[in-house]
């Protein structure tokens, strides 16, 4: 079976620590080394010699994947666990002003107009991976109403004809419903423009369930 290599980029201790956490323990695994790093110990069936190979080998990936200010930072770090929480002590603040700032960040997030869709989403789930991260769970709801609130006012149409009759919200129901928007807009390749477009969403075996009416 053809092994596929990955490539990730370096954290810059300024780009998202989250996203590069993800991508270098997703590197780590499919080389075979992350079990230095979340094992507490040795595991039996492995011999000395392999398993400080690994951990040599774990080491260095990881700070390959460092840029020169970031490494300053955790030279001192000798071992593979050391270095891992060293880093995260460093890029995960679970501190009640960093919970603050990042709320801050979620409630006030703005698209401008003009902002490509896909820019504004990965904005919107890299603060709340961020939050995840530090043991805050936004509800699914709560960020689906943030979403939308995020907008901005070309989507006031398909703002109101999407909730017109809801309880509630689900952030992957409102991330779809716009993504068909986006679509529609580009076919039609109009901004402007006042009328309905039907959305149906369907279920198991190609039932539908509903229909949401909205303007593009």
Request: proline letters at 2%; a neutral charge.
């Amino acid at each position: 079976m053809m092994s596929v290599n990955m490539i990730i980029d370096k954290f810059t201790g300024k780009n998202n620590f989250a996203i590069w956490h993800i991508k270098m323990q997703a590197l780590l695994k499919q080389q075979g080394l992350w079990g230095p790093v979340s094992a507490k110990q040795k595991k039996a069936a492995v011999d000395d010699y392999e398993w400080n190979t690994l951990e040599e080998k774990a080491h260095s990936t990881i700070m390959l994947s460092l840029f020169d200010d970031v490494i300053i930072e955790v030279t001192t770090e000798k071992t593979v666990p050391g270095l891992w929480l060293k880093l995260e002590s460093l890029y995960i603040t679970k501190s009640l002003t960093n919970k603050l700032h990042l709320k801050q960040r979620l409630f006030s997030l703005r698209m401008q107009e003009g902002t490509p869709l896909s820019e504004h989403l990965e904005q919107l789930y890299s603060i709340l991976l961020d939050l995840r991260n530090i043991d805050v769970k936004v509800d699914d709801k709560d960020a689906a109403l943030c979403l939308l609130v995020s907008l901005p006012s070309s989507y006031d149409n398909f703002i109101y004809s999407f909730i017109a009759g809801k309880d509630s919200l689900l952030l992957k129901d409102v991330r779809y419903a716009l993504h068909t928007r986006e679509i529609i807009h580009k076919t039609s390749g109009s901004s402007t423009g006042g009328e309905a477009s039907g959305l149906a969403v369907t279920g198991g075996k190609g039932k539908k369930l509903i229909l949401i009416s909205f303007f593009i």
